[in-house]
């Protein structure tokens, strides 16, 4: 944009004032008919939406207290352009933005948590309220093998796991450390063959929201 000025850019997508002119927030969004109602300022509010779904955190300059949880790039992209090619017209406004990424989320998701941080993503730039906090922690237990049982190399875990709202995933430790991660039932783990003979503590975590 100034290309003698290392860093410059635009538009800011994950802190839209710095421009100088695009909110990141709805209530402060422009109101005016220049540039068919300020659609180019206007889309830092869902610009930065974006930003906090896909990284996680929170609004840049703290307009709002709601904690985003992260759902990476990939995911993230695949649910805004869904929305965008098969749900928006050129009419959409931002509050029919979020249903229909919302949507997308739900469609798309490899877990049932997408959605409620589509929601949270959308309610941190002020589009709409937040989900109802979620106060429950998961249930989750190991159903299979039992408790001091002995097993052969190559063993299946298999895990029980209910929350609510949503579980976002499921970790398999072992002694300690994170030896898988699943993200959508059914949530059974093969036990890598190359674990030495002996005990070890198996443990599983479930996440919810």
Do not use: W
């Not at 993230?76 to 009419?91: E, S, V």
């Amino acid at each position: 944009y100034t290309p003698n000025t290392p860093g410059d850019a635009l538009r800011y997508m994950d802190n839209p004032t710095r421009d100088g002119y695009s909110p990141d927030n709805y209530a402060e969004r422009l109101q005016i008919t220049d540039d068919n109602g300020g659609v180019h300022g206007n889309s830092g509010i869902s610009n930065l939406a974006f930003v906090l779904l896909v990284e996680g955190g929170k609004h840049p300059r703290n307009k709002t207290n709601i904690q985003v949880p992260a759902l990476g790039i990939d995911l993230a992209g695949q649910i805004f352009h869904r929305a965008l090619t098969t749900k928006m017209t050129p009419n959409t406004n931002l509050a029919q933005a979020r249903t229909a990424i919302e949507q997308s989320a739900q469609e798309l998701s490899p877990g049932p948590c997408a959605k409620p941080a589509t929601s949270r993503a959308f309610a941190a730039v002020g589009v709409g309220a937040a989900p109802a906090p979620d106060t429950v922690p998961p249930t989750v237990a190991i159903t299979s093998p039992a408790n001091n049982a002995s097993v052969a190399a190559g063993f299946q875990v298999q895990v029980d796991t209910a929350d609510e709202t949503c579980i976002s995933k499921v970790e398999l430790l072992v002694d300690g450390s994170v030896v898988e991660t699943k993200f959508e039932g059914p949530y059974a783990f093969t036990m890598p063959t190359t674990i030495a003979n002996g005990s070890h503590d198996i443990v599983v975590k479930s996440y919810d929201t």
